[in-house]
């Protein structure tokens, strides 16, 4: 079991990848205004972007309470973060939004699963940092939907594909983060990585059932 400066640690290097990770979100959101087809889209996605980088600010605020070193806890998995953020880089409008849609919803998933093995200091700062993503997921799923009915099943197919390698890739990510440093399992207990990414697969499936969009995944 984990000593009480163990689990201090490892909070702090959990929160720092999640830094580094709103950091990585702010470079797609920027990333996806060169693809919108109007200024008016572009305007509202700079908006997005904005937003990712004040959440980044919230959490990292937090990090900077939780450790002395805390660009030390934002390194230790970035290798990791790295290989999944170049991997799902997007290469048009309505992958980025794919990647908008499931990614912030994922993430708003395990803000509220993580809550529960946090202080509640730090739980707090997760929350409003990862959650509350309902105008961008909005935006998001209506961009997939008009693609959709313009497009077909050629959009369909893209956005499958697109989605698949998003999910594939984070469970890499997860597996290399896991290698990596001991963490995660130590903030979430024995078998608590386990749980965790079945909870978030079947939230991300049912969701997916609701909007129509099953053969996404």
Same mark, same amino acid.
């Given at each position: 079991?984990?000593t009480?400066?163990?689990l201090?640690?490892?909070?702090?290097?959990?929160?720092?990848?999640?830094?580094?990770?709103?950091?990585?979100s702010?470079?797609?959101?920027?990333h996806?205004?060169?693809?919108?087809?109007?200024?008016?889209?572009?305007?509202?996605?700079?908006?997005?972007?904005?937003?990712?980088?004040?959440r980044?600010?919230?959490?990292?605020?937090?990090?900077n309470?939780?450790?002395s070193?805390p660009?030390?806890?934002?390194?230790?998995?970035?290798?990791?973060?790295?290989?999944?953020?170049?991997?799902?880089?997007?290469?048009?409008?309505?992958?980025?939004?794919?990647?908008q849609?499931?990614?912030?919803?994922i993430? &708003? %998933?395990?803000? @509220?699963?993580i809550g529960?093995? /946090? *202080?509640?200091?730090?739980? $707090?700062?997760? #929350?409003?940092?990862? &959650? %509350?993503r309902? @105008?961008?997921?909005?935006?998001? /799923? *209506?961009?997939?939907?008009? $693609?959709?009915? #313009?497009?077909?099943?050629?959009?369909?197919?893209?956005?499958?594909?697109f989605?698949?390698?998003?999910?594939?890739? $984070?469970?890499n990510?997860l597996?290399?983060?896991?290698?990596?440093?001991?963490?995660?399992?130590?903030?979430?207990?024995?078998?608590g990585t386990?749980e965790?990414?079945?909870?978030?697969?079947?939230r991300?499936?049912?969701?997916?059932?609701?909007?129509?969009?099953?053969?996404?995944?």
């Amino acid at each position: 079991m984990a000593t009480a400066e163990q689990l201090k640690a490892s909070i702090a290097d959990v929160i720092g990848a999640l830094c580094y990770a709103l950091l990585c979100s702010f470079e797609a959101a920027t990333h996806a205004l060169k693809s919108a087809p109007t200024t008016a889209l572009a305007e509202r996605q700079a908006a997005f972007a904005t937003e990712e980088y004040e959440r980044y600010r919230v959490l990292r605020a937090r990090l900077n309470e939780l450790t002395s070193e805390p660009d030390r806890s934002m390194e230790a998995f970035r290798l990791a973060l790295d290989v999944f953020y170049r991997s799902t880089v997007a290469e048009d409008w309505l992958e980025s939004q794919v990647f908008q849609f499931v990614g912030g919803t994922i993430t &708003t %998933d395990f803000a @509220d699963i993580i809550g529960a093995r /946090l *202080d509640e200091d730090t739980a $707090a700062a997760v #929350r409003r940092s990862l &959650t %509350d993503r309902g @105008d961008q997921e909005i935006f998001a /799923l *209506d961009q997939i939907m008009e $693609a959709l009915s #313009r497009d077909g099943d050629g959009a369909q197919q893209r956005m499958r594909t697109f989605a698949g390698t998003m999910v594939g890739q $984070a469970l890499n990510t997860l597996r290399e983060a896991l290698e990596t440093s001991d963490a995660l399992e130590v903030v979430l207990g024995e078998g608590g990585t386990k749980e965790v990414v079945l909870e978030l697969l079947g939230r991300h499936r049912e969701r997916l059932e609701r909007l129509g969009l099953d053969s996404i995944e």
